[in-house]
């Protein structure tokens, strides 16, 4: 499975971006995918996640509100709408992908990973 992400840029706060990600594989309906990301020093976390038909999705706390989820599985791509950003938003976003699992969508589980893509949101 590759994974290409794209969608980053610079913004100021207040701004949104839509961060896309497109996944290799004709089974693309058959894989949970998220969105994790990792500021400088700091550890990767999780973002936001959406299961492989879609029913189900999950959020960290810094984003419910702000981030939006979806999939496109005809298409084969999996998106990430960020309203609002703040400069706490600013880090490498990575989009990743695992076999559908009844795991939590939350857990670092995903085997698959994309190259990332960096949001930096000025103030």
């Known amino acids: 499975v590759q994974l290409q992400a794209s969608g980053g840029g610079l913004v100021q706060a207040g701004s949104s971006l839509r961060l896309s990600c497109a996944h290799s594989r004709d089974t693309f309906s058959r894989y949970d995918m998220a969105w994790f990301r990792q500021a400088p020093g700091k550890n990767r976390e999780f973002v936001a996640a959406?299961?492989?038909?879609?029913?189900?999705?999950s959020y960290a706390d810094s984003a419910k509100g702000r981030f939006t989820i979806s999939r496109d599985n005809a298409n084969k791509t999996m998106n990430l709408q960020t309203n609002s950003l703040k400069p706490e938003d600013t880090a490498v976003y990575y989009c990743a992908a695992r076999v559908q699992s009844n795991i939590a969508l939350s857990i670092l589980t995903y085997k698959y990973w994309g190259q990332g893509t960096l949001v930096t949101v000025s103030s």
């Open positions: 959406i299961s492989a038909r879609g029913g189900k999705t």
